[in-house]
């Protein structure tokens, strides 16, 4: 699980976040991101009812992104981001959703 220091957590955070306008694609994700005040990244995370009904299925994606990004995501780096699912993924997924995440990260970077 991510700190609190690590995590979006009110409206304004996420709307100032989407007023930056950067945004990357992926197959399964949106990512917005923008540079941050902070020393650490901080991260939300928007998985629609629309894409997932289940609350416990939204959880899981929820807890698998947020552990994506305490472990691979690069040290260092002050950005807010704020991470919408565009597609559903369950546990066969897992590692490829790995490698898109990483593939994000380094475009964050360059």
Do not use: W
Request: proline share 2%; glycine share 2%; net charge positive.
């Amino acid at each position: 699980m991510l700190n609190k220091k690590n995590k979006l957590t009110s409206t304004d955070e996420f709307s100032s976040v989407f007023s930056k306008k950067k945004r990357l694609t992926s197959s399964h994700f949106f990512l917005h991101y923008s540079s941050n005040e902070y020393t650490v990244f901080r991260l939300g995370c928007i998985v629609p009812k629309k894409i997932e009904k289940r609350a416990v299925k939204r959880n899981y994606i929820k807890r698998s992104i947020s552990e994506i990004f305490q472990a691979d995501f690069p040290s260092g780096l002050a950005v807010d981001i704020v991470l919408r699912v565009k597609k559903t993924f369950d546990k066969t997924e897992f590692f490829i959703i790995k490698d898109e995440l990483k593939n994000l990260f380094l475009k964050i970077k360059a």
